[in-house]
């Protein structure tokens, strides 16, 4: 059976009236999937009882399980691994800030790109997860949690930009105001740097006007030959040709840029990569944030997170350059906090470390 909430209101109208029910009936149908959390087709109190049972032989209310949760004592992130209907794995995460709460997602089961600290591309990709399925990782954490969800980062496994059109029907349906509203600009695609996605991205439009999403880029090295050490799709797309779409981006939609830097002890984290980091921020011209994220210390890897006092040393050369750096606060570090940890442990293998 299909996965309702994996319809856009435009593809469910066209599934309703084909049905020969009411137009209308699609829009409260959306609304109670996407703003009002109903969990079955009983919840939609407002449609006909015969009605509810024709949804019922035809579609299923969301197709993700919590498989398990893992809640941090120190700071309320909540950790989860999700089962998808094919007996597939991912990951979410849910972030509790002061004023508001992010989700972290995951766009793919599984990762091909091979990033060699992250523990999600270990065994490959599995799939692409659907619209309605990265939906769910949210509507799941809400009904866990108790709480709304107001911004949404898509930087758990995989890479959103090689699952582009579910990405695409992803924002669509995440931010129709018949269902959740959500603003374009409290959805952030990170990418490990697919140029072509990138470039196709800042030429995305909505009624007419460029996409507002937020762009994050996982750079994680200034220079070719080091970043092809940590991320094999640096060999495809080099550090130029990337910054050249990322102005690009920038250009169309005038959002800022976010760097993703994984400090690495020895690897990454010398003053001369500050200074190279610098350069190539410089270079694009881009208004931008650089994260910086010491690497998440796990036993089975070889790489180590530098002391503090290095991390803020790289910050504070970052900025006497002029690129405006941050240490990313430590979330749920008294749980498995790197990205694909739960996931590994769960289909029984060790992991490395990630971000
Ligand atoms: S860091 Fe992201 S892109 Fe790289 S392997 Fe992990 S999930 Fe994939």
New binding site residues.
Partial sequence: MKDICNLTKTELKKEIEESGEKPFRAKQIFSWLHARGAESFDDMTDLPKAFRQTLKDGYLPGSLEIEAVKRSRLDGTVKYLFALSDGGLIEGVFMAYRDWNTACISSQAG?????R?????VNGLDRDLTAGEMAEEIYLMERDTGKHISNVVI?????PLLNYEELMRFIDIMTDPDGRGMSQRSITV???GIVPGIIRLSKEKKNGAHLQVNLAV?LHAATDEKRKKL?P?AEKYGIAELMKAVGEYYRSTHRKITFEYALIEGVNDSDEDARELAERIKEAGVPHLVNLIPVNPVTESAFRRPARQKCDNFKNKLENFGINGSIRRELGSDIDGA??QLRMRSLGRGSKA??
Wanted: proline residues 0%; hydrophobic residues 30%; negative net charge.
């Fill in positions: 990762c091909a790109m091979g990033c600290f992250c523990a999600s591309t930087m758990g496994s995989g890479e990170s990418t490990c996982s991320m799709v990205c694909g990630g971000t």
